[in-house]
T-cell receptor, first 108, second 115 residues
Framework: GQNIDQPTEMTATEGAIVQINCTYQ??????LFWYQQHAGEAPTFLSY????GLEEKGRFSSFLSRSKGYSYLLLKELQMKDSASYLC?????????FGTGTRLKVLA | EAGVAQSPRYKIIEKRQSVAFWCNPI?????LYWYQQILGQGPKLLIQ????????DSQLPKDRFSAERLKGVDSTLKIQPAKLEDSAVYLC?????????????FGEGSRLTVL
């Protein structure tokens, strides 16, 4: 089966740290992607994890635990421009399955 | 490097009319995807092509939706006849492959409103 769960909305303050969680259940796993989508725009790639552990890319980090079917995206030193939807996507065999996305609002 | 091109950006039609969307992927990308994104939801895969062959179209409503990718480059997605629930953004994406090189590159999308 295919099921990806993410929180619908989160709010955080400029300069803070926020963690967006994603859980997935798939029958064949080939990696976990995070995409950022600003309102009215197309998704853009943020990160990819296929092995357990943390991948760091500047202010953004992504973590994966395959045994727990769990990932998170960590955003540090939040900026107003980080207000967007964050989509978790599971690559099952050749097929990407997207979650509904988490809308993050960054407040001044 | 040019990105994924899509047209039209916006289209408004009445129910039961037809519409076609066009996509030109990044040069050299063998895999092309059409996604439907309804407001407030994540993208839902409609069809996936590898070169000019269909890899997956299990969620394509085939009674009204059709897609082709002639010559393995650009692609068209058609809806005929349209229903109110087809109002959405239709996103085209391409990728070099799957796995570590499988990052999806999305076009700006075609926003369809069905009245």
């Amino acid at each position: 089966g295919q099921n990806i769960d993410q929180p619908t909305e989160m709010t955080a303050t400029e300069g803070a740290i926020v963690q967006i969680n994603c859980t997935y259940q798939t029958s064949g796993f080939n990696g976990l992607f995070w995409y950022q989508q600003h309102a009215g725009e197309a998704p853009t790639f943020l990160s990819y994890n296929v092995l357990d552990g943390l991948e760091e890319k500047g202010r953004f980090s992504s973590f994966l635990s395959r045994s727990k079917g769990y990932s998170y995206l960590l955003l540090k030193e939040l900026q107003m421009k980080d207000s967007a939807s964050y989509l978790c996507a599971d690559l099952e065999a050749y097929k990407y399955i997207f979650g509904t996305g988490t809308r993050l609002k960054v407040l001044a | 490097e040019a990105g994924v091109a899509q047209s039209p950006r916006y289209k408004i039609i009445e129910k039961r009319q037809s519409v076609a969307f066009w996509c030109n992927p990044i040069s050299g990308h063998a895999t092309l995807y059409w996604y439907q994104q309804i407001l407030g939801q994540g993208p839902k895969l409609l069809i996936q092509f590898q070169n000019n062959g269909v890899v997956d179209d299990s969620q394509l409503p085939k009674d009204r939706f059709s897609a082709e990718r002639l010559k393995g480059v650009d692609s068209t997605l058609k809806i005929q006849p349209a229903k109110l629930e087809d109002s959405a953004v239709y996103l085209c994406a391409s990728s070099l492959g799957t796995g570590p090189t499988g990052e999806l590159f999305f076009g700006e999308g075609s926003r369809l409103t069905v009245l």
